[in-house]
T-cell receptor
Framework: NAGVTQTPKFQVLKTGQSMTLQCAQD?????MSWYRQDPGMGLRLIHY???????DQGEVPNGYNVSRSTTEDFPLRLLSAAPSQTSVYFC???????????FGQGTRLTVV | QKEVEQDPGPLSVPEGAIVSLNCTYS??????FMWYRQYSRKGPELLMY????GNKEDGRFTAQVDKSSKYISLFIRDSQPSDSATYLC???????????FGAGTTVTVRA
């Protein structure tokens, strides 16, 4: 049982480059979300989805796009990377019992 | 002002001590309260959750919620070196999937 799988684990980008962070879950969860974690800030919600075809913005959505074409996958796109997007990104999924969110191992992104 | 405040520590205690962690919040709509544990370079994992006010105990861990004071706590009894981690409080309203997290408190239990 893989749970929530994020790829890549590490990434270095140059300012202005684009990339997609991948997230896949095998628990048939309806709800998926992306958070970023910065020192002293905790986890902040970027975007979330309550099911295939439905996405919405969280607390810090600017500079990020998402789509949800299947229940399993929820990729996060950075269209034009900026140094302010240097962070650790976590994908999470949860069932209708949304009190428990299952997190991936994270993607450490550095934008230079 | 952040919606959820948590002292980042760090907190260092000897093995066997009681660890006391807490968070305060400003949004009175929060109904679900959670504690996540995060080991270094890993994703957070759910430790405990509580609905509304009251206490909940699970082994060495006790979670308390005081909605009147907008204050939640986590106690770890007989702490072990394996408890060394960052502890994050999280909250959500009753009809919303979105979690609001505290900054996390880093705990080190010295053998």
């Amino acid at each position: 049982n893989a749970g929530v799988t994020q790829t890549p684990k590490f990434q270095v980008l140059k300012t202005g480059q684009s990339m997609t962070l991948q997230c896949a879950q095998d628990m048939n969860h309806e709800y998926m979300s992306w958070y970023r974690q910065d020192p002293g800030m905790g986890l902040r919600l970027i975007h979330y989805s309550v099911g295939a075809g439905i996405t919405d913005q969280g607390e810090v959505p600017n500079g990020y796009n998402v789509s949800r074409s299947t229940t399993e996958d929820f990729p996060l796109r950075l269209l034009s990377a900026a140094p302010s997007q240097t962070s650790v990104y976590f994908c999470a999924s949860s069932d209708t019992d949304y009190t428990e969110a299952f997190f991936g191992q994270g993607t450490r992104l550095t934008v230079v | 002002q952040k919606e959820v405040e948590q002292d980042p520590g760090p907190l260092s205690v000897p093995e066997g001590a009681i660890v006391s962690l807490n968070c305060t919040y400003s949004n009175s709509a929060f109904q679900y309260f959670m504690w996540y544990r995060q080991y270094s370079r890993k994703g957070p994992e759910l430790l405990m959750y509580t609905y509304s006010s009251g206490n909940k105990e699970d082994g060495r861990f006790t979670a308390q919620v005081d909605k009147s004071s907008k204050y939640i706590s986590l106690f770890i009894r007989d702490s072990q070196p394996s408890d060394s981690a960052t502890y994050l409080c999280a909250m959500s309203p009753s009809n919303d999937y979105k979690l609001s997290f505290g900054a996390g408190t880093t705990v080190t239990v010295r053998a």
